[in-house]
């Protein structure tokens, strides 16, 4: 069974960590004792997407260093689905919220793929856990909290978070059956239940 090297989980957890921290620390974004509001855990919502996606970089780097066929398959589709989903929260929210699906080449992993490869959906949530569990596990934190007080966007940030869970059975499909390029759906996220902005 597939599994990213302890390297590579300690690396790609230490980043997302990292850049938590990095927000929570910094003057511009760190709430002030007391003061704190639900609108400062949006920021910290699309830092948490940042961190998966950087995580993602580190482990198809080290999938393709490694020869691991199915991580670097999984990678691939976190790091477009992380960056699609920090790039549609990051604009202005109406009454839904549309991820635009997009187009992956997944020709550095083809080469990886042996006859008697791994497969399986379990496999495919192990991987996704590896790569993007912490990310997906801050993000929604986050958003529930948020979603508390302001209903758009904590909603918006569940619906991208739960688009980015769902995609464990496209990483399934295609480390069983690989082709390329894989076009991976967008969704939307339909926010007209909530009254407030």
């Known amino acids: 069974m597939f599994r990213l090297s302890k390297i590579a989980i300690a690396t790609a957890t230490a980043t997302a960590t990292a850049c938590f921290a990095g927000l ?6 760190k709430p002030q004792k007391g003061t704190a509001s639900p609108e400062d855990y949006y920021p910290l919502i699309l830092v948490a997407l940042q961190g998966g996606e950087t ?5 198809r780097n080290q999938a393709i260093d490694d020869g691991d066929f199915a991580g670097c398959v999984a990678s691939e ?3 477009g689905a992380f960056g699609s989903t920090r790039d549609s929260l990051s604009g202005k ?3 839904q919220l549309v991820v635009p699906g997009f187009e992956l080449n997944l020709a550095e992993c083809l080469p990886l793929r042996q006859s008697d490869g791994p497969e399986g959906d379990d496999q495919a949530a192990e991987i996704t856990e590896q790569i993007a569990g912490v990310a997906l596990s801050a993000g929604t934190f986050y958003a529930q909290k948020l979603k508390a ?3 758009k966007k904590g909603t918006a940030a569940l619906g991208a978070l739960d688009y980015i869970r769902g995609l464990v059975p496209a990483v399934a499909k295609q480390i069983k059956d690989p082709g390329s390029p894989v076009s991976v759906a967008g969704v939307v ?4 239940q909530c009254d407030d902005t």
């Open 189 to 192: 996220v339909d926010l007209s």
């Open 149 to 151: 007080a302001n209903c």
């Open 24 to 29: 929570l620390f910094s003057s511009g974004c």
């Open 55 to 59: 995580a993602a970089m580190i482990g």
């Open 93 to 95: 929210l109406q009454d």
């Open 77 to 79: 589709v976190f790091i």
